[in-house]
């Protein structure tokens, strides 16, 4: 596992595009995992920014997304859908038929999470996988269990989580108790891991899922058996490390 430990936000963002940005470079017709939340948006704007100028091309890009709360209509400017299309995809030449996450307007989780896997399987796999971490560790929507998941799944969301995502909507009775999102076993099978994580109220996530003993109740601490993982993250995020 390779640490960049940064300075702030803006060199986290930076950093990791750049890593993202290599590998479309190195193979312009790659599959990129994407992530959500508000770790990532800094490193989409950078994306963007570097298309815009003419040194990434994405014509050639397929990309799957990590999750998708269940029960949130495409249009709903929270569903990972729309962040997606507003962050990314609306702003650089990606072919949109080949952007995928898993439909959270699929009342069926059963069929709407074997759909997905079969979607993933049908691209190949993540060349790179971009995660952010949940207070409480989860990559994804993956929460802290007994188990590690290993296919697409649909998770009743923690209290903390559902705590977390209350900025983005006008009451935590609006926030989705459910999502869709993919398994650790899919998670892992990604060829590179690219983790983003910024803040003091990360520490813990980071100091766990890095350091700490590899269990289910910190998801994220799975990464520890990838061989090939990049965490960017700023000081903040890093303050309980010892590097
Ligand atoms: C959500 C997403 C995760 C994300 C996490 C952290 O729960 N499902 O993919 O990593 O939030 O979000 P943020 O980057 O906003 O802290």
Avoid at 121 to 143: M, P, S, V
Avoid at 210 to 222: A, E, K, L
Wanted: glycine residues 6%; contains cysteine; negative net charge.
């Amino acid at each position: 596992m390779r640490i960049y430990k940064v300075k702030d936000y803006a060199e986290m963002s930076r950093k990791a595009a750049a890593v993202m940005a290599a590998q479309i470079v190195a193979k312009p017709d790659c599959v990129l995992g994407l992530a959500t939340g508000s770790t990532p948006i800094g490193l989409y704007k950078q994306l963007v920014e570097w298309y815009k100028s003419g040194d990434l091309d994405f014509s050639e890009v397929t990309t799957v997304n990590l999750d998708e709360y269940k029960g949130l209509p495409k249009e709903n400017d929270q569903s990972y859908y729309y962040f997606m299309n507003d962050n990314l995809f609306s702003h650089v030449n990606v072919d949109k038929s080949r952007t995928f996450l898993p439909d959270g307007t699929q009342p069926d989780a059963e069929k709407a999470c074997t759909e997905y896997d079969e979607i993933v399987r049908a691209t190949g796999g993540a060349d790179i996988q971009l995660l952010g971490l949940g207070h409480n560790g989860h990559i994804g929507f993956n929460e802290p269990s007994d188990v590690f998941k290993k296919n697409t799944h649909c998770v009743d969301l923690t209290e903390s989580t559902i705590k977390a995502n209350t900025r983005f909507f006008a009451s935590e009775a609006d926030v989705p108790r459910q999502a869709y999102t993919m398994g650790i076993g899919t998670i892992m099978s990604a060829k590179k891991i690219l983790v983003v994580a910024s803040g003091a109220d990360k520490a813990d996530a980071v100091y766990k899922s890095f350091f700490g003993p590899i269990t289910p109740q910190v998801q994220g601490s799975v990464l520890q058996l990838h061989p090939d993982v990049v965490v960017v993250a700023d000081e903040a995020a890093l303050s309980k490390c010892d590097l």
